[in-house]
């Protein structure tokens, strides 16, 4: 039962470069969303997918795009790294977006470097 | 605007000892809340959740959680900690038509 996997696990980028971060979920959820962890902010929405074929920005969206490829897949990328943009990645989905009371299910996160 | 404020940033204290993590939210309306945990390197685990009904929640590895509407409040607790408790603890909050919305979170440090 793997629920939500996150590719790469670590990443280390040059600022300026490009870099895109897979997920993938098994659980049929029809939501995605990706969010940055920092220290002492918690986690901030990046953007998110209430269901395939919509994104939309989420709190922290700059700097940032996101594509639904598939029901199963939603992936993130940097177009041109900065240093601000070192944090770790989570990405989670959910059965239903605007559904309240549906928890969240989380992947084990990307933990990327930019020098 | 809408927020979830978590009191304390860290937390250390010893085996056996009792935990209660303070978590306020500033939603009007219903609100549906959360308490994730995290473990050091893992992904995001949910603990426990409110939705409606008894406001006393309990959850996995004996932690509970009390909404008090009044208090806009939803704090966590365990009678007895472990040192396998030793995480960080989110608490977290959304409306019915809102994104998930999450406090900055505990570190909690649990010493044998």
């Known amino acids: 039962n793997a629920g939500v996997t996150q590719t790469p696990k670590f990443q280390v980028l040059k600022t300026g470069q490009s870099m895109t971060l897979q997920c993938a979920q098994d659980?049929?959820?029809?939501?995605m969303y990706w969010y940055r962890q920092d220290p002492g902010m918690g986690l901030r929405l990046i953007y998110y997918?209430?269901?395939?074929?919509?994104?939309d920005k989420g709190e922290v969206p700059n700097g940032y795009n996101v594509s639904r490829l598939n029901k199963r897949e939603f992936s993130l990328r940097l177009e041109s790294a900065a240093p601000s943009q070192t944090s770790v990645y989570f990405c989670?989905?959910?059965?239903?977006?605007?559904?309240?009371?549906?928890?969240?299910?989380f992947g084990d996160g990307t933990r990327l470097s930019i020098l | 605007a809408q927020s979830v404020s978590q009191h304390n940033h860290h937390v250390i204290l010893s085996e056996a000892a009792s935990l209660e993590l303070g978590c306020n939210y500033s939603?009007?309306?219903?609100?549906?809340l959360f308490w994730y945990v995290q473990y050091p390197g893992q992904h995001l685990q949910l603990l426990l959740k409110y939705f409606s009904g008894d406001p006393l929640v309990k959850g996995i590895k004996g932690f509970e959680a009390e909404f008090i509407k009044s208090k806009f409040s939803f704090n966590l607790r365990k009678p007895s900690v472990q040192w396998s408790d030793t995480a960080e603890y989110f608490c977290a909050a959304k409306n019915s038509w809102g994104k998930l919305q999450f406090g900055a979170g505990t570190q909690v440090v649990v010493t044998p």
């Open positions: 989670a989905s959910s059965t239903k977006e605007g559904a309240g009371n549906q928890p969240q299910h």
């Open positions: 997918s209430a269901s395939e074929g919509t994104t």
């Open positions: 659980m049929n959820h029809n939501s």
């Open positions: 939603y009007g309306g219903t609100v549906n």
